[in-house]
């Protein structure tokens, strides 16, 4: 199922990278990103301390009413555009709209250097060849009618076999565009700030900025680290260690949204004859009347309480499966 590569892959090739590339400088934390904006030509260049081009982008404007359609009309950039080199790893691009209605972009050009990171794709390739992604909205969707679309594992984090880093905070709304060729020659990614949101409501306000963290450490492992530090919350906790020892048994597998509680108590006492070690079994696709209702259906389940009871009992821990999403005809929409 090719939707379904997670994202701890991306760390995996970030691993295996960093274990090429060992050996390299010891001066690893003393890393100086070089960020210039070039007013004549238009262009933002990200370069090594020694001046080598990493990365180059090219800023744009477009007009709210634009935005919905295929995005014809790219303007010439005129708003405040910043680069700084605050913190000496990392450097920001600052992009600031200054007129009612105009929305402010810039194109990457990633051609230099192999590129990961980014969303869950129907058709994941890292590094970044063969992408087409047009126009939409950054945000978490549903790849598998929509294989144009990004999917639902999703960062604003992107890292390069050169050493780049680009992170964009949350408080840039973000539209996007990726497109790559098959041979890896041609990528660019792009980006607006705008949501649904801002553009309903700020024709006669001023746009959000697009704000982008750029790092440069001496390999991907190392930028990967810094900007986990710098940008990203660490987990809390830890999940129960049965769950990585132990199969998660899931009613999907075998009964996909056909489940009812007699079938569930039967699947887990199968599970036990059969001799195999289990550590949860979740109750999956339709335990509830509706998408995004919580409760057990009660013509399914008649008593859940019991069954759960009776579940945990048999040593499982037990989970459901829920949607963030609701059917138009259920209470909880
Ligand atoms: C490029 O991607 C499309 C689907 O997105 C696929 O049909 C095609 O085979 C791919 N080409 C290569 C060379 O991988
Ligand atoms: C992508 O989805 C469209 C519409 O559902 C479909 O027509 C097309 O064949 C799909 N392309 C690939 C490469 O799967």
């Known amino acids: 199922m090719d939707y379904e590569v997670p994202l701890y892959r991306f760390f995996l090739i970030a691993i295996v990278l960093s274990f090429a ?12 990103v070089k960020l210039e904006y070039d007013k004549n030509s238009n262009t933002v260049y990200v370069k090594s301390p020694e001046s080598k081009l990493l990365l180059s982008g090219r800023p744009f404007e477009t007009r709210v009413d634009c935005i919905e359609g295929p995005l014809t009309c790219i303007l010439r950039f005129s708003s405040v ?28 050009d990633l051609s230099k250097g192999l590129w ?3 969303s869950e794709l129907q058709y994941q390739r890292w590094p970044f060849k063969n992408i087409t992604l047009p126009w939409q909205p950054y945000v978490t969707n549903d790849i598998v009618p929509l294989n144009q679309s990004v999917g639902n594992v999703i960062e604003r984090h992107w890292l390069s076999s050169n050493g780049v880093g680009v992170f964009i905070p949350a408080t840039s709304p973000l539209y996007f565009k990726h497109m790559t060729g098959e041979s890896g020659s041609f990528s660019e990614m792009c980006f607006i700030a705008a949501s649904m949101r801002h553009m309903t409501g700020f024709m006669k306000t001023v746009a959000p900025d697009l704000v982008l963290n750029v790092c440069k450490m001496v390999n991907i492992l190392e930028t990967h680290r810094h900007m986990s530090k710098e940008y990203f919350d660490l987990p809390i906790g830890q999940p129960d260690a049965l769950m990585f020892k132990s199969p998660i048994w899931s009613t999907w597998a075998k009964f996909k949204v056909d489940i009812n509680q007699g079938k569930v108590l039967q699947f887990a006492d199968e599970i036990g004859k059969h001799g195999f070690s289990h550590s949860q079994l979740e109750i999956d696709d339709m335990f509830s009347s509706f998408y995004g209702e919580f409760d057990f259906s009660p013509h399914k389940f008649p008593d859940a309480k019991n069954m759960i009871r009776e579940l945990k009992m048999k040593g499982f821990r037990v989970t459901v499966w829920v949607t963030p999403f609701a059917n138009v005809e259920s209470l909880a929409f």
């Open 21 to 32: 590339l060992s050996g390299a400088s010891s001066d690893f934390n003393r890393m100086h």
């Open 116 to 118: 990961y990171g980014g």
């Open 81 to 108: 555009l910043e680069v700084s080199e605050a913190s000496g790893e990392c450097g920001k691009i600052s992009l600031r709209p200054v007129k009612p209605g105009v929305i402010v972009g810039i194109c990457l």
